[in-house]
């Protein structure tokens, strides 16, 4: 008999595939919760950073949000637990096929972990090897049912809803230790419900205070060290790791946290249109800045070109700075806070 959940997930567009994944899954419960309301509930902005002097790669270069973190103290917020477990080591394809499939008849849906050189479903992914995540939410014969909601491909953001073979999500998911997230489904969307908007608004206060007085500083030192880049590291070195600092800008850095205080803005504050038009080129001026940077490091630019974006890198962080400021302003006019 087949068995197969055929229910439309909707794919959001966003950046980090695991704040996406429950997003998307809480989403489709008729929840009004987005990335952005996890990730500042979840203290999404506290920012992991290290460049050191005697660092021999760019991805020695640790420059990321903490999405495994950031959902474990989402479900503090909450009140309730979640675990990352292994289904069982040493288990063979048939075995992994039936722990994931009672899951499904369960009706729990399964966020796992993967490696993206196993993704057959989609022909733009780098070969490269990627941690990622998808969710599992249904099944037929030899095939499940998923959502990505987001394919980490370099130029644009791309989602995929449907059918990823058993054979190669297995292989996918023991390159990564057969990783999952294990939480009391029914409960947690019930608890999510309890949440008020002005525990978000707090929140989110808190989290761009972060971001001034600490982040800030970390980041004038990652511009500091742009400039040296090509004196730091062999040129062969930058060109080969180019992708992996791009992807960790773009997908669990700098990037997507500044999408997520636009979009939290836009939802929430929406009349304000001259922080929006702000917070919007901020972010089009990071994305430019990492592109160009991409660029330098694949095609051996000249070092006045590293000189060039230490100070749009700067000037940015200034522009931030004071943006930052007046959107807080703003808040605690409106007593939104």
């Known amino acids: 008999m087949e068995k ?22 809480f989403y489709n419960c008729g929840l009004d919760i987005m990335e952005s309301d996890i990730f500042f509930l979840g203290d999404g902005m506290r920012f992991d ?40 080591c040493g288990v063979n394809e048939e075995e992994f096929n039936i722990f994931i499939k009672k899951k499904i008849d369960e009706g729990v849906p399964v966020i796992i972990a993967i490696n993206t050189e196993y993704i057959t479903y989609y022909n733009k ?36 809803v449907g059918f990823f073979g058993f054979s190669d999500l ?4 023991r390159k990564m230790g057969h990783i999952y997230y294990d939480f009391n489904y029914e409960i947690s969307v019930k608890k999510i419900t309890t949440i008020e908007l002005n525990q978000i608004h707090y929140k989110f206060k808190k989290n761009i205070e972060i971001d001034l007085y600490d ?17 730091q590291f062999p040129i062969e070195e930058i060109a080969k790791s180019a992708e992996d600092l791009f992807f960790n800008i773009k997908y669990n850095g700098i990037l997507h946290s500044r999408m997520l205080v636009y979009t939290h803005m836009l939802k929430y504050y929406e009349k304000n249109q001259e922080v929006l038009s702000k917070l919007k080129d901020i972010y089009i001026k990071w994305e430019a800045i990492n592109y160009a940077l991409l660029k330098n490091n694949l095609t051996n630019a ?36």
């Open 4 to 25: 197969y959940v055929f229910k439309k997930y909707s794919s959001f567009v966003s950046n980090a595939c695991l704040i996406s994944s429950f997003s998307n899954l």
């Open 49 to 88: 950073y290290q460049w050191d002097d005697n660092a021999k790669s760019l991805k020695d270069i640790v420059l990321f949000h903490d999405s495994n973190i950031m959902i474990q103290n989402f479900f503090e917020q909450i009140n309730e637990k979640i675990s990352i477990k292994k289904i069982p």
């Open 125 to 160: 992914i780098p070969s490269k090897f990627r941690p990622h995540f998808l969710t599992v939410i249904g099944y037929r014969d030899n095939e499940a049912y998923i959502s990505d909601c987001l394919v980490p491909t370099v130029r644009n953001y791309e989602t995929y």
């Open 170 to 173: 297995f292989k996918a998911s």
């Open 215 to 231: 982040n800030y500083e970390k980041l004038k030192d990652f511009a500091y060290r742009i400039r040296n880049m090509k004196k």
């Open 302 to 337: 000249p070092a006045d070109k590293y000189d060039g974006l230490c100070e749009s890198v700067l000037n940015l962080l200034d522009l931030e700075y004071t943006t930052y400021k007046s959107m807080l302003a703003c808040y605690t006019a409106d007593k939104i806070l």
